[in-house]
């Protein structure tokens, strides 16, 4: 989080010295920030902050690849006369502990149709999540935790 | 026509679509569950290609900022809202479409407290 708020304190700094107060100026400034401290990167210590950029991106791209993917199969779905659906309400073991990672985990399911989480135990171990197409649910469980848990803790490490 | 207000032509489009196809949605599917997980987001991806449309066409910074901001409020708040109406849905005792699979929820909740225990630290069971 360190370098976050040195990243920031520096955008201001730059639009202090140039004295431009706009929008586009403390981007580039936050940009210039961003160049400085990777230069003085081993001065920083211990941290994933430069590689979080990368791994945003990334994790962007995958949503909204797997948003559009999914509403196009849900939109197959409604516009089909018949019901080819094979819903369940499955039980999720959570290996992601922190409230944010269970937050951030269960409004990606819930944001890629198909799936919608319902419920997380009070002990934080488990998350119900209802999905439309169950064939297998161990498949679906394990898909769950390689394609977004894994994410969830690559992004939040 | 310039290649920007083909751009938003086509957002717009796809926009319309998908939040008529959650419309639809709503009408078609036989549960709750099904009903909300069609339209919510069926609607996050109608509202979000509508915004970015109009971002699009104006081409103006402080627009652009704002539509993305809307955008971020939209991916923020409908899967908050349709989780806690699923939840509600589930414990109020909504029915689930017959032929539904596996209910890994069923008889999960305390019936009084509508606490959802882990397995974990199962509490024993007093009285009954």
């Not at chain 1, 409004?107 to 197409?133: E, I």
């Not at chain 2, 509600?88 to 959802?116: C, F, H, I, M, Q």
């Amino acid at each position: 989080m360190k370098p976050f708020l040195w990243n920031i304190a520096l955008a201001f700094v730059w639009v202090t010295v140039t004295s431009t107060f706009t929008l586009e100026n403390l981007a580039f400034g936050g940009v210039m920030g961003f160049v400085l401290l990777l230069g003085i990167r081993r001065a920083l210590g211990e941290t994933t902050y430069f590689e979080k950029p990368w791994v945003a991106l990334k994790f962007v791209l995958f949503m909204l690849k797997e948003i559009l993917v999914c509403n196009l199969r849900v939109a197959l779905e409604v516009l089909t006369p018949r019901h080819n659906m094979k819903p369940a309400i499955i039980a999720v073991p959570l290996d992601v502990t922190s409230d944010a990672a269970i937050t951030l985990l269960a409004n990606m399911l819930t944001l890629t149709p198909g799936t919608c989480s319902l419920d997380v135990s009070d002990d934080r171990k488990t998350l119900y999540v209802h999905a439309m197409y169950v064939d297998n649910a161990d498949e679906l469980r394990a898909s769950i935790k390689r394609e977004y848990e894994a994410r969830v803790l690559e992004l939040l490490r | 026509m310039s290649p920007h207000e083909i751009i938003a032509l086509v957002l717009a489009g796809v926009g319309c679509v998908f939040t008529l196809l959650g419309a639809i949605g709503v009408f078609r599917m036989p549960d709750v569950f099904m009903r909300m997980s069609t339209s919510a987001k069926a609607s996050t991806l109608g509202v979000t290609s509508l915004v970015l449309a109009s971002a699009v066409f104006h081409a103006e910074l402080s627009l652009t900022v704002r539509a993305l901001f809307v955008v971020c409020f939209v991916f923020m708040t409908v899967p908050v809202a349709s989780h806690l109406i699923g939840r509600a849905a589930y414990v109020s005792g909504a029915k689930l479409w017959p032929r539904t699979g596996e209910d890994a929820l069923k008889g999960k909740y305390d019936r009084n407290t509508r606490v959802l225990r882990g397995d974990s630290v199962r509490m024993p069971k007093s009285g009954s």
